[in-house]
């Protein structure tokens, strides 16, 4: 069995900043590329930020220079770091990582959801 779980999601105010984890646990052999999503309602999922095992990240146009994602791969973490957060930011944001299995299978897995709420 293998579970995301994400947290750090919350209430801030514009400008402000808040850090999301996500950490993968349960039988995994090994995790490749860890990403973050968001979705806002009456909008599609998107892509935020996205990193491989090794190699360059990826960010969404709008969170270049405000968003950082890093990892932990010892302890298949991933965190996003969001600063000067504007209310457009607001949303339900997913954790994914593409993992292979302690048996082998390799999957697209997701976390629950941490709810992110930029308002004055």
């Known amino acids: 069995q293998v579970q995301l779980v994400e947290s750090g999601g919350g209430l801030v105010q514009p400008g402000g900043s808040l850090r999301l984890s996500c950490a993968a646990s349960?039988?995994?052999?090994?995790?490749?590329?860890m990403g973050w999503y968001r979705q806002a309602p009456g909008k599609q999922r998107e892509l935020v930020a996205r990193?491989?095992?090794?190699?360059?990240?990826n960010y969404k146009d709008s969170v270049k220079g405000r968003f950082t994602i890093s990892r932990d791969n010892a302890k298949n973490t991933v965190y996003l770091q969001m600063n000067s957060l504007k209310p457009e930011d607001t949303a339900l944001y997913y954790c994914?990582?593409?993992?292979?299995?302690?048996?082998?299978?390799?999957?697209?897995?997701w976390g629950q959801g941490t709810q992110v709420t930029v308002s004055s």
């Open positions: 990193i491989p095992s090794g190699g360059s990240t």
């Open positions: 994914n990582a593409d993992l292979i299995t302690a048996w082998g299978y390799r999957g697209d897995y």
């Open positions: 349960g039988s995994i052999r090994s995790v490749n590329t």
